[in-house]
């Protein structure tokens, strides 16, 4: 019984800290608010969380992971195709990871908007920025890796990788969340996915 009170009082810590986040974003967000509508006391709410910062971390770290984690499979694959002179293949692990991402996303929707745009104060504000950071890293590397095989046809520098990176991802982002349904999602997920290939392609070769 103890057991089941203790999983109860946590999920409905979970369920009541996600809608204020959603409604009002972290920052905002009051944690008195929070256990008055969940039924608990604040008292209760710290045997389950320490502060406000990891009841919202244990909301959207699941999401934030898998998206981390999904964009590591694709890079390497992407890399690997590069080492291996499969300049065709780039583009088509381009195109697939993208569209699978944003199927992610969409299936997500409600976290990843609030990872967005709800996250000031917290070590997520810059989710968007440090996804970049990870694909300029690889796009980089993969750069090098055509340059000592004498293959690209263009040097791009760090700056300019980033611009064009952050540019995929907030066209990205605008695609998930102002999709009204997976169809539409689809059509505009592969409008971003082809342009953003068909422009590295026109540059790199790849």
């Known amino acids: 019984m103890v057991r089941n009170n203790y999983a109860d009082t946590h999920e409905k810590i979970l369920e009541f800290g996600k809608r204020h986040f959603i409604e009002y ?17 604040t008292g209760a709410f710290y045997r389950h969380f320490n502060d406000k910062n990891e ?20 890079e390497k694959a992407s890399i690997d195709s590069v080492k291996t002179k499969q300049n065709a293949k780039v583009a ?9 991402t944003a199927m992610f996303l969409f299936d997500n929707k409600e976290i990843y908007s609030l990872i967005i745009n709800g996250s000031y104060g917290t070590s997520y504000e810059n989710f968007l920025e440090k996804l970049t950071g990870m694909e300029d890293d690889a796009r980089i590397k993969m750069q090098e890796i055509s340059l000592e095989a004498d293959t690209s046809s263009e040097k791009i ?13 907030l066209a990205l982002t605008e695609a998930v969340l102002h999709s009204e349904n997976k ?21 790199r070769g790849y």
Do not use: M
């Not at 972290?26 to 039924?39: G, H, M, T």
């Not at 971390?57 to 998206?67: D, G, L, Q, T």
């Not at 088509?92 to 699978?100: D, F, K, L």
């Open 25 to 41: 974003g972290f920052e905002k967000s009051s944690l008195r608010d929070i256990c008055k509508d969940a039924c608990v006391t």
């Open 55 to 74: 009841l919202f971390e244990a909301i959207v770290s699941p999401v934030a992971n898998k998206i981390i984690s999904n964009f590591f499979d694709y």
């Open 92 to 100: 088509q692990v381009h195109v697939e990871g993208t569209i699978e």
């Open 157 to 169: 520098s760090d700056k300019g990788f980033h611009i064009i990176n952050h540019a995929h991802f």
């Open 183 to 203: 169809q539409e999602l689809l059509e505009n997920a592969r409008l971003v996915s082809c342009f953003f290939s068909g422009g590295w392609e026109n540059i």
